[in-house]
């Protein structure tokens, strides 16, 4: 009785959110039904109540990185409002909150599957995008934005992958440098 009330109350978000704290932590090819099941403390057909197989699965985990990581930025950065300068320093300062594990794991598993690198595509590009429209809302020519937005989008993801992470104060110090760096006008 009890392992159906905790199916019954666990949900597809529960499974999803282990799912990438497991890709987080061992990466794709661990991130597998039946030791989850295990880890959640439920039978394999607790996984099969939310999603028809395995590959379902990767894509729900696929994609709620892909709003939080992304879209949910974006929304949050356009919520806040302001003027371009201001929205940078949102943005900048919101991904560094993430400490790029999750973004690793993404990365590597893109590496051995062309479906996902092409997801990582997009999003690489959208990030860019938005990014470099802000520069230029600035005030930046074209050529200047893209430039801009790549310097600070390739930092960012480059210290995700060497792990090179200063305590939240101080990031936040050097990330307000390189906003005021990057959006100084000469």
Same mark, same amino acid.
């Not at 930025?73 to 999750?102: N, P, S």
């Given at each position: 009785?009890?392992?159906?009330?905790?199916? !019954?109350?666990? =949900?597809?978000?529960?499974?999803?959110? $282990?799912? #990438?704290?497991? @890709?987080?932590?061992?990466?794709?090819?661990? *991130?597998?039904?039946?030791?989850?099941?295990?880890?959640?403390?439920?039978?394999?057909?607790?996984?099969?109540?939310?999603?028809?197989?395995?590959?379902?699965?990767?894509?729900?985990?696929?994609?709620?990185?892909?709003?939080?990581?992304?879209?949910?930025?974006?929304?949050?950065?356009? !919520?806040?409002? =302001?003027?371009?300068?201001?929205?940078? $320093?949102? #943005?900048?300062? @919101?991904?560094?909150?993430?400490?790029?594990? *999750?973004?690793?794991?993404?990365?590597?598993?893109?590496?051995?599957?062309?479906?996902?690198?092409?997801?990582?595509?997009?999003?690489?590009?959208?990030?860019?995008?938005?990014?470099?429209?802000?520069?230029?809302?600035?005030?930046?020519?074209?050529?200047?934005?893209?430039?801009?937005?790549?310097?600070?989008?390739?930092?960012?993801?480059?210290?995700?992958? #060497?792990?090179?992470?200063?305590?939240?104060?101080?990031?936040?110090?050097?990330?307000?440098?390189?906003?005021?760096?990057?959006?100084?006008?000469?």
């Amino acid at each position: 009785m009890v392992k159906k009330n905790k199916i !019954a109350k666990l =949900g597809q978000q529960d499974w999803i959110d $282990l799912g #990438l704290k497991v @890709l987080e932590e061992s990466g794709i090819e661990a *991130v597998r039904v039946e030791p989850l099941a295990k880890l959640l403390g439920v039978t394999k057909g607790s996984f099969y109540w939310h999603f028809k197989n395995r590959e379902e699965f990767l894509e729900a985990i696929l994609q709620a990185w892909v709003s939080q990581q992304t879209d949910s930025i974006i929304e949050q950065v356009e !919520a806040m409002g =302001g003027d371009a300068v201001t929205k940078l $320093l949102h #943005l900048f300062e @919101l991904a560094i909150e993430d400490d790029g594990r *999750v973004e690793n794991a993404i990365r590597a598993w893109a590496a051995h599957d062309s479906r996902i690198a092409a997801t990582l595509n997009q999003v690489d590009s959208r990030r860019l995008n938005y990014t470099k429209n802000l520069f230029l809302s600035v005030g930046f020519t074209p050529f200047e934005a893209v430039v801009r937005a790549r310097m600070v989008y390739y930092s960012l993801i480059g210290e995700f992958t #060497l792990g090179t992470r200063s305590n939240r104060e101080e990031r936040l110090t050097e990330i307000r440098l390189q906003h005021k760096i990057l959006t100084r006008r000469e």
